[in-house]
């Protein structure tokens, strides 16, 4: 059964980090690609990141610079690293799997439930 | 990058159809097929109900279907059911430098 569980969030002071994991099972996260998009309170979803296959990696223009996506193939794990946080980062964030077939669907077919980040003093 | 523009509601009643359109530009919904909608009922992870413009991922029901035309897609939901009560996004690829935008969102009212 494919799962994404999202963990890392909390509150965390403007200037601050965080680093937001998404652990995936039922399949594996090096074959597909893998995005962060999120949701911040009366809004609509932003994609945020993304990391392809191959390991290629794009950011939104709203964090580039910030914020860092990664992978642990070893643990079927992706990461996010969110540095120099501000009250507009204040979202859930949700861990989304695209896959192949054969070339990139370019959709979110699978998604997490979601870890909710709060950037406040 | 904008966000796609979505009407902000639409509704019907019990059995009947609604569309929802997305407007982009030729950069994103106009260049490419890649257009997919997104089901969600707030407090729940978002599901995927159409891809490449018109595909259907396994379980998703045939009422659910998708079109484009120019700059702008479409989701039609027919055969309106309460639990199609929902917000709905689509997105579609822009290119690799920015590759995702996602519409502003559709709230879908069962009446």
């Known amino acids: 059964e494919v799962q994404l569980v999202e963990s890392g969030g909390g509150l965390v002071q403007p200037g601050g980090s965080l680093r937001l994991s998404c652990a995936a099972s039922g399949f594996t996260v090096s074959s597909n690609y893998m995005s962060w998009v999120r949701q911040a309170p009366g809004k609509g979803l932003e994609w945020v990141s993304v990391?392809?296959?191959?390991?290629?990696?794009y950011y939104a223009d709203s964090v580039k610079g910030r914020f860092t996506i990664s992978r642990d193939n070893s643990k079927n794990i992706v990461y996010l690293q969110m540095n120099s946080l501000r009250a507009e980062d204040t979202a859930v964030y949700y861990c989304?799997?695209?896959?192949?077939?054969?070339?990139?669907?370019?959709?979110?077919?699978?998604w997490g439930q979601g870890t909710m980040v709060t950037v406040s003093s | 990058q904008s966000a796609l523009t979505q009407p902000p509601s639409a509704s019907g009643s019990p059995g009947q159809s609604v569309t929802i359109s997305c407007t982009g530009t030729s950069s994103d919904v106009g260049g490419y097929d890649y257009v997919s909608w997104y089901q969600h009922h707030p407090g729940k992870a978002p599901k995927l109900m159409i891809y490449?413009?018109?595909k259907r991922p396994s379980g998703v029901p045939d009422r659910f279907s998708g079109s484009k035309s120019g700059n702008t897609a479409s989701l039609t939901v027919s055969g309106l059911q309460a639990e199609d009560e929902a917000d709905y996004y689509c997105s579609s690829y822009a290119g690799s430098n920015n590759p995702y935008v996602f519409g502003s969102g559709t709230k879908v009212t069962v009446l």
């Open positions: 989304a799997r695209g896959y192949y077939d054969p070339t990139a669907t370019q959709a979110f077919h699978f």
């Open positions: 490449e413009v018109s």
């Open positions: 990391i392809y296959s191959g390991g290629s990696t």
